[in-house]
């Protein structure tokens, strides 16, 4: 089965740093371009970044592009979001997600909090 | 940036309606137009990709239409289960996603 297990959510500071995982699982990893996408609660969808299957292309929405970070090991099978710098409105549940142009494959998500 | 602008951003239907939501681009997009659907508490699913093409398993009462700007969703006759929230998405320029449409019961 292919497969998507977030983990790392927390609540944590203002100005304060958190790193997310994913683990894929069902499929091979390093073929894919892979994705991080928010949802603060009760709003819509936010594309936050994406990487290349080497890891040699990344991108990132203007909001988070400096603070957050987006990396990959193919060897561990794992996905990272390093985020730092954090402000209230990254407040949202991050969702890992397969894919470039489109999402076929989705994790359950896990929760970020930024608050004092 | 390409902005998309969903539309209505709620409707009310009824079991066997039909159902249509509109997505427009603020540029012209290619090819890359999907569509999600989302239930409270879950994550999205795909539903259409690439403007028309139906993601493997997914009912046929669901299908995707347009070019340019303008994109359609269509539900031809809802089924209980499709009472959720259904978000369009781009990528011919960066990544974005439209500000999602709710369908719930009448």
């Known amino acids: 089965e292919v497969q998507l297990v977030e983990s790392g959510g927390d609540l944590v500071q203002p100005g304060g740093s958190l790193r997310l995982s994913c683990a894929p699982s069902?499929?091979?990893?390093?073929?894919?371009?892979m994705t991080w996408v928010r949802q603060a609660l009760g709003k819509g969808l936010e594309w936050v970044a994406n990487?290349?299957?080497?890891?040699?292309?990344?991108y990132y929405v203007d909001s988070v592009r400096g603070r957050f970070t987006i990396s990959r090991d193919n060897a561990k099978n794992s996905l990272y979001l390093d985020m730092n710098s954090l402000r209230a409105e990254d407040t949202a549940v991050y969702y890992c997600?397969?894919?470039?142009?489109?999402?076929?494959?989705w994790g359950q998500g896990t929760l970020v909090i930024v608050s004092s | 940036d390409i902005q998309l602008t969903q539309s209505p951003s709620s409707v009310s239907a009824s079991v066997g309606d039909r159902v249509t939501i509109t997505c427009r681009a603020s540029?012209?997009?290619?090819?890359?137009l999907a569509w999600y659907q989302q239930k409270p508490g879950k994550a999205p699913k795909l539903l259409i990709y690439?403007?028309?093409n139906l993601q493997s398993g997914v009912p046929s009462r669901f299908s995707g239409s347009g070019s340019g700007t303008d994109f359609t969703l269509t539900i031809s006759s809802l089924q209980p289960e499709d009472f959720a929230t259904y978000y369009c998405?781009?990528?011919?320029?960066?990544?974005?996603f439209g500000g999602g449409t709710k369908v719930d019961i009448k």
């Open positions: 069902g499929f091979t990893f390093r073929n894919y371009w």
């Open positions: 540029q012209v997009i290619s090819s890359w």
């Open positions: 997600a397969r894919g470039y142009y489109h999402y076929d494959t």
């Open positions: 690439s403007i028309f």
């Open positions: 990487i290349k299957q080497d890891g040699s292309e990344k």
């Open positions: 998405q781009q990528a011919n320029s960066f990544l974005s």
